[in-house]
C-alpha cells in the first residue's frame, strides 16, 4: 500500500440519525440542556468526556448528540492534527515580535486571521497565546510569551484572544502559571511571593480574564507552593473560578497530568492528551471506590467540557460536525497580511549615520553574509513550529525588493546548534522529492517484519507522536530511503538524532550507529538522543543510497548503564540533518573581502528553532557558531555595515560599536524576508519597540543567581524587579532598554492631560492624553508609553511600572494626533498579602511619567486620590 498525502484528513465522528422512539434524548449538543444531558450520561460516558482519544480531539459520545471538538497548537499559527504528515500552513511572527508591535487593534486582526485558519485545519479550539513571563532572555520557550511586563503581556494577550473568540474559535490561554524556564520543567518548584505572584506572574491572565474572557485555560507543567499546578486547588478553584469567575473549560499542558484524585478535585476539567494515562476507567472508578472523589466532581468536570462543546458547536456547526479535513489558506490577502505584520514587527536598535534606509543612490552594491540569509528561519522550536505554506529567506526579499542594487551573496559561518535538516537534497527513487517511509512491525528478535504502510515524506524531521497507521504492534519500527544529491563536490556531515533507536546507511554501509548506545539529549522536547555525526565525501551530481532503519524502543538498559535511558516512552520520532564541512576561519576571511568592496554589507544571523525551543533553555546569550567573529570582521572591512538579528529574545552583542546599524527581527514567519527587505530598503518605516530589556551580559539580568532548578526549586529571588524594573532599582545601563525601538523619522511628545478621572469609595478610572507630532521628514508610528510612580506604600516597589501604551498610527511629516491611554484601578493598585486583597492608597499623590521607553520619559503628570479602597475579587 503507497500513499502520498499532501494534505491530511482525519475524520471527525458523524453521527447517525437516531429514531425518535429508540432515543427521544438524541439532539444535537447545541439543542441540549446541559444539566440534563448529563443526568442521561453513564458513569463509563462521564468518565471518557474528561480526558481525550487521542492527541488533538475530545470524546464525543454518539448516542446523545455530543459530537468531538478538534484542538491545535499555536500561537503563531496553527499546525493541524498531525505531525507526521503535516498540512501547511500560514506562520505569523513569533509573541515577542507581536508584542513589539505595542498596537492592541493590529494584534486583534492576528487572532481573527488566526481564527480562520484555525478552521481550515478543522479546528475550534486554539491551544494560544502563551503569557508567561520572561524572568530571563534564556528561557526556552521566552519567543512564546509576549513580554516581561505584566501590563503589556496581558493587553496583548486580551486582544488575541478576542480577535480569536470574535470568529468563535476558542482561546486557550497557558501556561497558567510560571512556566518561565524548561529546565526540569515538570518537577520544578517555583517559588514566588504572593506579591510577586499576583503582581507578576498572574497579573496577564488576569487581565486577559477581565477583557477578554477566554473560554479556556491550560495549566503549566511545573509547581506553585510544592503542588503541581494542574492538581493546585489555590490557583485552578480559588482564584480562577471563585475569586475571578472564569466559566470556562482547564485543561493540562501534554502529559501534565500527574494523578487521578487531586486534579479532579483541585478543577483540571480535560487530561491530554490521550488516551489517557491517569483517567481511565480503571483508576478512576478506583478513586470512585474509594472515595477519594464524588461523583459530582466528575460531573462538574464534564459539565465544563460539555459547557464548551456547546458553544462551539452552535459557533461552528459546520466545522464540528465536518468532516475533518485539513486545507491550506495561502491568497494574495493573507500574504500580505502576513507582510505587513513582520514590518511592524522589526525594531530598529541602531542607526548611526542614518545609513538605513538602502537607496540605490547611497549603495550601488550590496554584500548580503551570514547564515541566515538563504535559511527560512520563521519560527522557534516545539509547540510553535508548523510546516509553512510558503517561506520568503531574506535573500528572496532583497531581490524581490530593490532591482537597482545589486546583492552579492557570501555565507561566512555556520549557527547551527543540529545538523540542518536536508529535504531539498533528498529525492526517492522514482523521482518524486523526498523519500519513501516503509511503517513496520518488529519480532523477537528487533528486525523489521510484515510492512503496514507506506509514506512519501518531504521532511526528514518526523514525528510520530500523533500518527500512526493502523496494523502495528507494540514494538513496531520504520525504513526510510531515497537518495542523497549535491550540486558540488564536497565533504558532508550527516546527523542522526532519535527517539527511539536508529542506524544510518549510505549505499547499505553503516555510517552511523544510534542504536546500540544513547546518551539523553535535547531533540524531541528533551526525551530524545544526542545527535551523533559522521562525515562523508559526495560528488557533484552523484546520488548515494541513503537508508534509515528505526524502532520505536529505546536501548535495552543493560547497554547504557552510564547513562540510563535516551528517553521515557512518551515521544517518537527521529531527525535526519546535515551540511557541507567548511573551514569557518577561510569563509569569514572571502566574507570580509566581499564586504570590503560592496558600497554596504548586511550580515543576517542570530537564533534558530533548535537554540529556542520548549524543552531547554539556552545557556548564554552569546550568537553561536563563529557570528561574532563574523560580525566584527565585517564591522571592520565596511564602514556601512548592517546587522540583522534573527531571534525570539535578547542576544549579546559585544560588536555593537562596530557596525553602523541593527535591527531586532525575531522569527517573523512566512514573509520574513520580504518584511527585512521593506526595512531595509526603506518601503516601510520601523515602529517596533523591545517588549524585553536587552542586557549587556547575562550577568546583568535579575534572574541571573536563581534562574533553573536546584534540589527541584525555583527561587524567584528577584521578586516584582522583572525586567527593566531591576535595572532601574540597580542603576544597571542595559544594551537596549524595555520599549526601545527608533524610527526613519522623529517624533516629538506634548502637551500630556489628565481628563475624566472619577474616583470614590471603590473605584478609579482616569484617561491621559498625549499629543504625538512628527517632526521629520517621512511618514511614521510612534509608540506613547505611560508609566506609573506609587505612593509610598511601607512596602518595597518598583519606582516605575508600565501601566498603559497607545500608538500613533501613519503620521505624515508635520502632522500631529491627540492618543489616549485609559487607567483603571490596577493602574494605581498594589497586592496587599497580609489581607489578601488589592489596594489603592488614599490621601496620596501619584506620579505619572511618559515617553518612548522606560528610560526616556520627559513628560510628567501627577493627581491625588482622597478615598483609598481595597478588593478581593475582580
Not at 252 to 268: E, M, N, P, Q, R
Not at 356 to 380: D, F
Amino acid at each position: 500500500m503507497l500513499i502520498t498525502i499532501t494534505k491530511i484528513w482525519i475524520p471527525l465522528p458523524r453521527f447517525e440519525q437516531v429514531s425518535r422512539h429508540k432515543r427521544l434524548l438524541c439532539v444535537r449538543v447545541e439543542e441540549a440542556d446541559i444539566d440534563n444531558l448529563i443526568k442521561e450520561l453513564t458513569l463509563d460516558e462521564k468518565i471518557s468526556l474528561i480526558s481525550s482519544p487521542d492527541w488533538w480531539n475530545t470524546n464525543s459520545i454518539k448516542r446523545l448528540g455530543i459530537p468531538s471538538v478538534r484542538m491545535s497548537d499555536g500561537p503563531n499559527g496553527v499546525r493541524g492534527s498531525s505531525a507526521f504528515v503535516t498540512t501547511p500552513a500560514q506562520c505569523l511572527p513569533c509573541a515577542t515580535a507581536l508584542a513589539s508591535t505595542f498596537d492592541i487593534d493590529l494584534i486583534f486582526k492576528v487572532g481573527e486571521f488566526l481564527a480562520n485558519e484555525a478552521k481550515l485545519k478543522s479546528s475550534t479550539i486554539l491551544l494560544a497565546p502563551t503569557c508567561n513571563i520572561q524572568r530571563s532572555p534564556l528561557g526556552g520557550r521566552s519567543f512564546e510569551s509576549f513580554s516581561e511586563d505584566p501590563t503589556l503581556s496581558g493587553l496583548m494577550a486580551a486582544s488575541y484572544i478576542n480577535g480569536l473568540q470574535s470568529r468563535g474559535v476558542a482561546a486557550t490561554i497557558k501556561h497558567f502559571v510560571a512556566n518561565d524556564q524548561e529546565h526540569e520543567r515538570t518537577a520544578v518548584n517555583s517559588v514566588v511571593s504572593e506579591r510577586a505572584l499576583r503582581e507578576i506572574y498572574l497579573y496577564p491572565f488576569m487581565l486577559s480574564q477581565i477583557i477578554a474572557k477566554p473560554w479556556a485555560f491550560m495549566t503549566s507543567y511545573g509547581r506553585i507552593d510544592g503542588i503541581h499546578c494542574s492538581e493546585n486547588p489555590r490557583l485552578l478553584t480559588n482564584i480562577l473560578r471563585n475569586e475571578w469567575k472564569f466559566e470556562g473549560l482547564i485543561m493540562s499542558d501534554w502529559y501534565g497530568t500527574y494523578g487521578v484524585d487531586a486534579a479532579i478535585k483541585a478543577g483540571l476539567d480535560l487530561e491530554m492528551p490521550g488516551p489517557p494515562r491517569w483517567r481511565t476507567h480503571l483508576l478512576t472508578k478506583t478513586c470512585l471506590g474509594s472515595q477519594k472523589i464524588s461523583i459530582a466532581d466528575i460531573e462538574a468536570r464534564a459539565k465544563s467540557i460539555l459547557n464548551l462543546v456547546q458553544k462551539l458547536a452552535r459557533k461552528n456547526p459546520d466545522i464540528v460536525y465536518g468532516d475533518g479535513r485539513e486545507s491550506t489558506g495561502d491568497s494574495p490577502e493573507s500574504r500580505n497580511f502576513c507582510r505587513n505584520l513582520v514590518a511592524e514587527t522589526m525594531v530598529l536598535l541602531k542607526n548611526k549615520d542614518n545609513v538605513l534606509p538602502l537607496y540605490p543612490k547611497k549603495a550601488k552594491t550590496v554584500a548580503v553574509i551570514g547564515p541566515h540569509v538563504k535559511s527560512s528561519i520563521i519560527s522557534g522550536g516545539g509547540s510553535a513550529a508548523l510546516t509553512p505554506a510558503y517561506t520568503v529567506t531574506p535573500w528572496d526579499g532583497f531581490l524581490n525588493g530593490e532591482s537597482d542594487i545589486t546583492f552579492k551573496y557570501h555565507l561566512g559561518c555556520y549557527a547551527h546548534k543540529f545538523l540542518p535538516t536536508i529535504e531539498s537534497l533528498l529525492k526517492t527513487r522514482d523521482g518524486k522529492p523526498g523519500w519513501l517511509c516503509t511503517f513496520f512491525n518488529v519480532n523477537e528478535h528487533e528486525e523489521l517484519t510484515n510492512s503496514v504502510a507506506e509514506f512519501y515524506l518531504k521532511d526528514t524531521r518526523i514525528k510520530l507522536s500523533d500518527f500512526l497507521p493502523e496494523g502495528l504492534g507494540t514494538v513496531w519500527g520504520l525504513k526510510l530511503s531515497g537518495l542523497l544529491c549535491v550540486d558540488k563536490d564536497m565533504l558532508f556531515e550527516l546527523g542522526l538524532t532519535v527517539a527511539g533507536r536508529g542506524k544510518l546507511f549510505i549505499n547499505d554501509k553503516l555510517l552511523i550507529d544510534n542504536w546500540t548506545q544513547q546518551k539523553p539529549g535535547e531533540f524531541f522536547y528533551g526525551q530524545g538522543s544526542t545527535e551523533k555525526k559522521a562525515s562523508i565525501t559526495l560528488v557533484a551530481n552523484s546520488p548515494v543510497n541513503i537508508e534509515i532503519i528505526y524502532i520505536c524502543t529505546p536501548p535495552p538498559e543493560r547497554l547504557n548503564e552510564e547513562t540510563g535511558l535516551a528517553q521515557p516512552a512518551l515521544m517518537r520520532g527521529l531527525r535526519l540533518g546535515g551540511a557541507e564541512v567548511i573551514d569557518e576561519r577561510n569563509e569569514i576571511e572571502a566574507a570580509a573581502a566581499l564586504a570590503s568592496v560592496c558600497d554596504a554589507a548586511i550580515v543576517v544571523g542570530g537564533l534558530t528553532p533548535e537554540w529556542e525551543a520548549e524543552g531547554f533553555d539556552r545557556p548564554d546569550l552569546t550568537l553561536p557558531g563563529r557570528q561574532n567573529d563574523l560580525i566584527e570582521a565585517i564591522g571592520k572591512a565596511n564602514s556601512s555595515t548592517i546587522v540583522v538579528i534573527q531571534a525570539g529574545s535578547a542576544v549579546s552583542m559585544p560588536w555593537i560599536k562596530d557596525v553602523k546599524s541593527v535591527i531586532h527581527a525575531w522569527y517573523s514567519g512566512n514573509e520574513a524576508g520580504n518584511g527585512i527587505a521593506d526595512i531595509v530598503l526603506g518601503k516601510k518605516n520601523p515602529s517596533g519597540k523591545l517588549p524585553l530589556t536587552f542586557p549587556v551580559r547575562i550577568e546583568d539580568t535579575p534572574s541571573y543567581l536563581s534562574f533553573g532548578s536546584e534540589n527541584g526549586h525555583v527561587v524567584y529571588s528577584e521578586d516584582l524587579f522583572v525586567g527593566y524594573k531591576y535595572y532601574q532599582s540597580r542603576k544597571i545601563t542595559p544594551l537596549f532598554s524595555f520599549g526601545y525601538g527608533l524610527s526613519y523619522t522623529e517624533f516629538e511628545l506634548s502637551e500630556p492631560c489628565i481628563t475624566s478621572l472619577i474616583s470614590d469609595s471603590s473605584s478609579f478610572s482616569a484617561e491621559v492624553t498625549v499629543k504625538v507630532t512628527n517632526t521629520g521628514k517621512c511618514t511614521g508610528s510612534e509608540v506613547v508609553q505611560l508609566y506609573v510612580s506609587l505612593p509610598k506604600n511601607g512596602t518595597t516597589t518598583p519606582r516605575l511600572q508600565l501601566r498603559g501604551f497607545a500608538k500613533a498610527k501613519d503620521l505624515h511629516p508635520g502632522q500631529s494626533e491627540v492618543v489616549v491611554i485609559q487607567l483603571d484601578k490596577y493602574a494605581i493598585s498594589f497586592w496587599d498579602t497580609p489581607i489578601r486583597a488589592w489596594r489603592v492608597l488614599g490621601n496620596s499623590r501619584y506620579n505619572i511619567f511618559i515617553g518612548k521607553n522606560s528610560e526616556e520619559l520627559p513628560l510628567s503628570l501627577s493627581f491625588e486620590l482622597q478615598n483609598g479602597f481595597v478588593w478581593a475579587e475582580l
